[in-house]
């Protein structure tokens, strides 16, 4: 049973930066792949960024293209959501999620464990 523990959440204003993390455990990452989803209050959950084949391919949401970075760190099995020129309509709980069943990887259905999520607050 895979399990995914999200840090690195909080509050920022427009411009700025923030790190989130992932701690993954419970399964070998050899097939897998890994994304991050956000959903802010009264709207669906959209993919925001995903990582596959060891971390050389990533994809991202046309909104988020140029200022968030996927990456992973294979050793620590850590999963990391560098989020750049952050804007108020980014506010939302961001979740990790892993998954090997393949699919459109910017769609939830897509994945079959997640985290319990980390808030992320932008001001204007």
């Known amino acids: 049973q895979a399990q995914l523990v999200e840090s690195g959440g909080g509050s920022v204003q427009a411009g700025g930066s923030l790190r989130l993390s992932c701690a993954a455990s419970g399964y070998t990452s050899s097939n897998w792949y890994m994304g991050w989803f956000r959903q802010a209050p009264g709207k669906e959950r959209e993919g925001v960024a995903s990582?596959?084949?060891?971390?050389?391919?990533?994809l991202y949401a046309d909104s988020v293209k140029g200022r968030f970075t996927i990456s992973q760190d294979n050793a620590k099995n850590t999963l990391h959501l560098q989020m750049n020129s952050l804007k108020p309509e980014d506010t939302a709980m961001y979740y990790c999620a892993a998954g090997n069943q393949w699919g459109n990887l910017l769609l939830p259905y897509a994945y079959d464990y997640w985290g319990q999520g980390t808030q992320v607050t932008v001001s204007s």
């Open positions: 990582i596959y084949a060891g971390g050389s391919s990533t």
